[in-house]
């Protein structure tokens, strides 16, 4: 009788508790990794909103100043400086300049003048230039981003990091080590492209 009342009063109670105690650690530790995990997505996020912003910026700027000067410029010089910038600068695996619309990319670029970044085929951004006499798109700048470059830097922040980026349909663009099995995951929406 003793026994049962002991087990029934003291042991029981502590097999509940610690039970309750390990459950409620191993939640608070799962909140911690959603937490950290969570911060982690939004610093990636901020660099590749940096990053689109600023590449965009640089071919906007570059499309400003070559349509200022495109009765000056041969399409030979204008491909010259384009391989200068991309010796230059490791964002852009590759910059073309067209002057006829090739693309539904390009297409949508002439019809709203505004940059487009397009993840098509290869990710690219397509920046149109804009005659500011006439407002006629005269031509376009292509350049695909070097995708690579950009996991180096978010491999630079956490290299364990289990890592994809989606384009608008839900393609991967991109994607560091393995998935790690969770029951959680955080997702983040980029303000310069329709990725997350």
């Not at 109670?13 to 409620?24: A, E, N, Q, R, T």
């Not at 590449?55 to 399409?75: C, G, Q």
């Not at 839900?170 to 980029?190: C, Q, W």
Request: negative net charge; proline residues 2%.
């Amino acid at each position: 009788m003793r026994r049962s009342l002991y087990i029934l009063l003291v042991m029981i109670p502590c097999l509940v508790g610690s039970v309750w105690i390990v459950l409620w650690q191993d939640e608070q530790q799962q909140q911690q990794w959603l937490e950290e995990t969570r911060l982690f997505a939004n610093i990636h996020k901020n660099d590749l909103d940096r990053f689109l912003a600023e590449t965009t910026t640089k071919l906007e700027t570059l499309a400003f100043i070559v349509s200022k000067h495109m009765t000056t410029l041969s399409e030979k010089d204008i491909n010259d400086m384009l391989q200068q910038i991309e010796k230059q600068d490791v964002r852009f695996h590759h910059i073309s300049f067209f002057s006829e619309s090739t693309s539904s990319a390009m297409r949508l670029a002439k019809a709203t003048k505004q940059t487009i970044i397009d993840s098509d085929h290869t990710t690219t951004i397509v920046t149109p230039i804009v005659d500011e006499k006439t407002n006629d798109t005269v031509g376009f700048f292509v350049a695909e981003l070097h995708m690579d470059y950009i996991k180096k830097r978010i491999k630079i922040i956490d290299q364990h990091a289990s890592f994809r980026l989606y384009d608008e349909r839900g393609t991967i663009l991109f994607a560091t080590n393995e998935l790690r099995p969770s029951h959680e995951t955080v997702t983040v929406h980029l303000n310069n492209a329709p990725w997350n």
